[in-house]
């Protein structure tokens, strides 16, 4: 999984899957979904990001750490 902010157009895309989107589908004012061509989610765009979510931290847990949390 990759996390890839864009502060020019204030974007972030969490690329799920190294697969190509072959749809894609919005399901919230400014949210899209990303899908391959089985319909298994690649991705997802979040527009207008910083008013959406806290992007000043991350906070991984239970996957390969055990809890970790970045701060911007």
């Given at each position: 999984m990759k996390l890839n902010y864009y502060p020019d157009t204030d974007s972030l895309y969490i690329d799920l899957s190294e697969k190509t989107s072959a749809d894609s589908v919005e399901i919230s004012e400014g949210v899209v979904?990303?899908?391959?061509?089985?319909?298994?989610?690649?991705?997802?765009d979040i527009d207008n990001a910083s008013r959406k979510i806290a992007l000043d931290q991350l906070l991984i847990s239970k996957l390969p750490f055990e809890q970790e949390l970045l701060n911007a």
């Open positions: 979904v990303d899908y391959d061509l089985e319909g298994n989610i690649v991705g997802i």
